[in-house]
């Protein structure tokens, strides 16, 4: 029995409940990856590898998380979680935040703690957008039922999904919605201003070995993965858009796997037959929303994904630059106003002329350097006046004309 009404009326109702009055937090998540001093892979089971670190790390976050076969993938404390990411990144998920001096905190400490124990051993922790040496193929995944079946998935349905899979790393911010008007708000700004976020926090000089063919290319390997679960959702430019539809749009899609009990098997089932005729938690709701990889996603929290992996002082600046504009009344009307409505097509091609020219390309029909300064200025606005400092590095990016990944490939 399929009970597709009663599962949009349980998504919509997970939707509903990340409402929240007032809120100004954010979540951060950064993936790290972990390499030699060769830059070749560090692996879940060799001697000191990610096993071993999280099990020396137990001290600071003192709760395991383990899969279906009783693997540890994952350790925690109160606020913050360390998991694995599945060629081995370490993801850091940290917050919710209100002050950027706490997230800058946050993710330097952890550092130091992973760093302590990894550099006597050769291993560096990376904060890049692929790694920087190995191909997707090379590299090998974890022991966890999610990510063998998703590489099943993949190779047989889109082949370059396992470049996601394995190669990148991302730095997701998430914030919060006081109605269902304010997050379709913010989710659609978000959309548009995707392209900018990417160039902005563009840190991928290397793919699949070589040096990189063209900008944003975690951009590029992230649609190549499954078209049909990536880029814009689609409707989210419409003035009809509202929590239905996206609950539509994550039940009509088809499921990577369907689980069982602690197995699992690849399925042409939609996310809701798969559920059948099961009441949808909140959990089962979070977890079909996890079969979708759009540049931004909406589970009860908006997820803004098109950043790359970066340096703590660019981390920070780029939390900054969120929350200086989705946090003001007076900086979200401001962007809106600057930048107009757009429509799919139009932020497609501002991300395909950004992959080309980078900086020196153009958005919604004005240069990007232009509109990164805008956003900028409008976003230091919407700061306090003691958190304004931490987007200087990306006010740097921009009147130098380079991001990392530039810099980078110029060493």
Excluded at 160 to 175: A, L, P
Excluded at 215 to 233: F, K, L, N, S, Y
Aim: glycine share 6%; charged share 30%.
């Amino acid at each position: 029995m399929h009970n597709y009404e009663n599962h949009v009326e349980s998504m919509v109702n997970f939707y509903k409940s990340g409402i929240k009055s007032n809120s100004q937090k954010l979540g951060v998540e950064l993936e790290y990856t972990l390499v030699y001093d060769d830059n070749s892979q560090v692996k879940y089971f060799d001697e000191f590898g990610q096993k071993w670190l999280m099990e020396n790390m137990l001290e600071f976050y003192p709760e395991k998380i383990l899969d279906e076969q009783k693997n540890l993938i994952g350790i925690k404390n109160e606020r913050d979680s360390i998991t694995l990411e599945p060629a081995g990144q370490f993801e850091l998920s940290a917050g919710p935040f209100e002050k950027l001096e706490e997230v800058f905190e946050a993710f330097e400490t952890f550092q130091k703690r992973v760093n302590a124990l990894a550099e006597p051993h050769g291993i560096k922790m990376l904060a890049i957008g692929y790694h920087p040496k190995c191909k997707a193929e090379e590299l090998v995944i974890i022991p966890k039922v999610r990510y063998e079946l998703m590489t099943k998935y993949f190779l047989k349905n889109s082949p370059k999904g396992i470049r996601m899979m394995r190669g990148t790393g991302s730095t997701q911010v998430s914030i919060d919605y006081s109605s269902e008007a304010d997050c379709i708000r913010k989710l659609r700004l978000a959309y548009v201003l995707t392209p900018l976020f990417a160039i902005l926090c563009d840190n991928t000089p290397m793919f699949e070995g070589e040096k990189r063919t063209h900008h944003i290319m975690r951009t590029q390997v992230w649609e190549d993965c499954d078209p049909r679960r990536c880029g814009a959702m689609p409707g989210i430019f419409e003035d009809s858009f509202n929590f239905e539809k996206c609950a539509e749009l994550v039940l009509n899609t088809q499921a990577m796997f369907e689980m069982d009990g602690d197995d699992g098997h690849l399925t042409n089932k939609t996310t809701s037959e798969v559920y059948g005729d099961k009441e949808m938690s909140n959990d089962d709701c979070a977890a079909a929303c996890s079969h979708l990889f759009n540049d931004v996603r909406l589970k009860n929290f908006i997820e803004i994904r098109p950043a790359d992996a970066l340096p703590t002082n660019m981390e920070v600046a780029y939390v900054a630059l969120i929350k200086g504009i989705f946090y003001s009344e007076e900086a979200l009307s401001s962007i809106e106003d600057y930048f107009g409505p757009q429509s799919e097509t139009s932020f497609e091609e501002a991300k395909r002329n950004l992959e080309e020219k980078g900086l020196s390309g153009e958005v919604y029909g004005m240069p990007a350097t232009t509109a990164c300064k805008k956003l900028l200025d409008v976003a230091s606005l919407g700061l306090d006046k003691d958190e304004k400092k931490y987007l200087e590095p990306l006010f740097d990016v921009v009147s130098n004309k380079k991001t990392l990944a530039d810099e980078l490939i110029q060493l």
